[in-house]
């Protein structure tokens, strides 16, 4: 009898944890992003509030890193919410909102590819759109593609191991 009370007690604590299993957390390093972290923080929010499963958070030992430096942003995804960012001041100089910036470079890393559409609406539009644009949230579309790619139902649009460069 007490093994039976164990066992669902078991069960009773192993069901919640496999459902929260399905998340994939992600853990961000943003020391050497400069005086991109606040930007980087906010970009992680809006994805956070935007796909159901795939949490990033900032940590270490990382899955992604983001760097500060004076070239264009860039990203190099490695594998599946694994890589590098580089927040370049070049593109903020020129007037491109770094939370914008942050959040379509972590898009690459969440498995996007760039779509020059022009659109402001399109996160993965990136520079294509005017420097007015400052939407940092991805479409119905880029959200879909992100959760699908974590669950394991369709492969990541964005090609690894090769430097995006939105230029």
Same mark, same amino acid.
């Given at each position: =009898?007490?093994?039976?009370?164990? /066992?669902?007690?078991?069960?009773?604590?192993?069901?919640?944890?496999?459902?929260?299993?399905?998340?994939?957390?992600?853990?961000?390093?943003?020391?050497?992003?400069?005086? +991109? *972290?606040?930007?980087?923080?906010?970009?992680?929010?809006?994805?956070?509030?935007?796909?159901?499963?795939?949490?990033?958070?900032? /940590?270490?030992?990382?899955? +992604?890193?983001?760097?500060?430096?004076?070239?264009?942003?860039?990203?190099?995804?490695?594998?599946?919410?694994?890589?590098?960012?580089?927040?370049?001041?070049?593109?903020?100089?020129?007037?491109?909102?770094?939370?914008?910036?942050?959040?379509?470079?972590?898009?690459?890393?969440?498995?996007?590819?760039?779509?020059?559409? /022009?659109?402001?609406?399109?996160? =993965?539009?990136?520079?294509?759109?005017?420097?007015?644009?400052?939407?940092?949230?991805?479409?119905?579309?880029?959200?879909?593609? *992100?959760?699908?790619?974590?669950? /394991?139902?369709?492969?990541?649009? *964005?090609?690894?191991?090769?430097?995006?460069?939105?230029?």
């Amino acid at each position: =009898m007490l093994s039976l009370v164990l /066992g669902l007690a078991l069960l009773a604590v192993a069901t919640p944890a496999r459902a929260t299993a399905l998340v994939t957390v992600l853990r961000y390093d943003s020391s050497r992003a400069a005086e +991109f *972290v606040s930007a980087v923080d906010q970009a992680a929010a809006i994805w956070n509030s935007s796909v159901s499963n795939v949490r990033l958070v900032k /940590g270490t030992p990382a899955h +992604f890193t983001v760097i500060a430096d004076n070239g264009w942003p860039r990203a190099l995804p490695t594998s599946l919410g694994r890589g590098t960012v580089w927040m370049g001041r070049e593109a903020t100089s020129q007037g491109y909102n770094p939370v914008r910036i942050a959040a379509h470079e972590i898009g690459h890393i969440l498995g996007l590819p760039d779509r020059r559409t /022009g659109l402001c609406t399109d996160l =993965m539009s990136g520079s294509s759109a005017p420097t007015s644009c400052t939407n940092a949230n991805p479409s119905a579309a880029e959200r879909a593609a *992100v959760n699908r790619a974590f669950a /394991g139902t369709a492969a990541p649009l *964005v090609e690894f191991d090769r430097l995006h460069v939105d230029r």
